[in-house]
Every structure is written in structure tokens, then in C-alpha cells.
């Protein structure tokens, strides 16, 4: 079945490091990728998302290119600030349903 | 624009007592709905889904149960609870693309 392997965590970073997560995916069809972030005590909102090979998506500073050759989805930013502290899980979508990472704390310290 | 909205918040149930909690969904017409539990220390696990009114699947077996009786409301149920029950619930919305979150529910058992 399709799976989500996000590296292991926590991060934790001083403000305006470079920031890479890494994930990479397995899945039998053509998944559409995710990134979600979940601050403290929210829900999860979507960060950024790539639909096909070859798409970045960017959000808010952030970027992740969908790379089928090596079936990952990066998680970058080059610049990170205290605010940016979250928990942040990558996922994919295939014919609807949502596979998660377990997701990976980064914080960010000023 | 669409919203969704999950309440209560926060919730503290006895062992054994009964739990409903319900999602709605407003701003569009016919979403697939989700409700996901996020264990402390894991990943997001996909409990329920329902592609219309009545329709609903389930993902793992437990002691829960959903139900969507309107086109943009789900609740979650369970007429027993057990600790391991305990998490943050989350439901989510979708119409071919990304899932949306609520601000989640967190539940903890005494």
C-alpha cells in the first residue's frame, strides 16, 4: 500500500538556518503530494502541494519539488523564523484518501 | 469561502461514558468528509470517511462510529469509551483536491 517516511525528529534550529525535511513516498498509482503544518494546539493546514512530476510547490517561503525519479518531496526553506516552530507532515493523495507521515517538530530558537 | 468547524474543543470523558462529536462543513455543497485521530507522539490515523449522506467507511476497527445524517455534518461516536481513546480528533473536508482541517477536538479519558 502506499506509505509516507518522513526523517526523524525533533529539529531544532537557530532563526535564519536553512531548513530541509525530508520525505519520501511509495505509492502504486500518480499521488498528489502534500505538506501540512500544525501549530500548537491547532489543526492541520495545508502548507503546499504538488500534483504531478516536476511541480514545486511554494508557500510562505517554503518549497518542495516532487521528485518521481527518487519519489521525494523536500521540504525546504532558506530562511526559518521563531514563528515557523510546528510540527509539519508530508502526505500523499491517491484516489482521495490522505497518507501521512508521522510528522517532525521543528523549533526555531531566536 | 468554506469553513469547517469542530466542537467541543476539549473534552474530559469518564471510562465508559458516551462521546459525540461533530464536524460541519459550511461553503459547499457534497464533501467527502474524514475524521482522523492524532495519538500523542504519532502520526495522523484515518478512521472514517463518507463520500455522502449515509455513506460512510471505516478504516480500522475500534470502538468508535461515524455517521453523517446531513450533507455537511459528521459526527464521531462511540457509546463506551476506553482510554485508548484518548488523542486529538480531527475532521476534514474535500472536493477533488486537497483535505482541509478543523481545529480538532482533544479528548482525554479518566
Known amino acids: 500500500g502506499d506509505s509516507v517516511t518522513q526523517m526523524e525528529g525533533p529539529v531544532t534550529l537557530s532563526e535564519e538556518a536553512f531548513l530541509t525535511i525530508n520525505c519520501t513516498y511509495t505509492a502504486t498509482g500518480y499521488p498528489s503530494l502534500f505538506w501540512y503544518v500544525q501549530y500548537p494546539g491547532e489543526g492541520l493546514q495545508l502548507l503546499l502541494k504538488?500534483?504531478?512530476?516536476?511541480d514545486k510547490g511554494s508557500n510562505k517561503g517554503f518549497e518542495a519539488t516532487y521528485r518521481k525519479e527518487t519519489t521525494s518531496f523536500h521540504l525546504e526553506k532558506g530562511s526559518v523564523q521563531v514563528s515557523d516552530s510546528a510540527v509539519y507532515f508530508c502526505a500523499l493523495s491517491d484516489r482521495g484518501k490522505l497518507t501521512f507521515g508521522k510528522g517532525i517538530t521543528l523549533s526555531v530558537r531566536p | 469561502s468554506q469553513t469547517i468547524h469542530q466542537w467541543p474543543a476539549t473534552l474530559v470523558q469518564p471510562v465508559g461514558s458516551p462521546l459525540s462529536l461533530e464536524c460541519t462543513v459550511e461553503?459547499?455543497?457534497?464533501?467527502?468528509l474524514y475524521w482522523y485521530r492524532q495519538a500523542a507522539g504519532r502520526g495522523l490515523q484515518l478512521l472514517f470517511y463518507s463520500v455522502g449522506i449515509g455513506q460512510i467507511s471505516s478504516e480500522v476497527p475500534q470502538n468508535l462510529s461515524a455517521s453523517r445524517p446531513q450533507d455537511r455534518q459528521f459526527i464521531l461516536s462511540s457509546k463506551k469509551l476506553l482510554l485508548s481513546d484518548s488523542g486529538f480528533y480531527l475532521c476534514?473536508?474535500?472536493?477533488?483536491?486537497?483535505?482541509?482541517f478543523g481545529d480538532g477536538t482533544r479528548l482525554s479519558i479518566l
Open positions: 476534514a473536508w474535500s472536493i477533488e483536491g486537497p483535505q482541509h
Open positions: 461553503g459547499t455543497s457534497n464533501p467527502n
Open positions: 504538488a500534483t504531478k512530476a516536476d
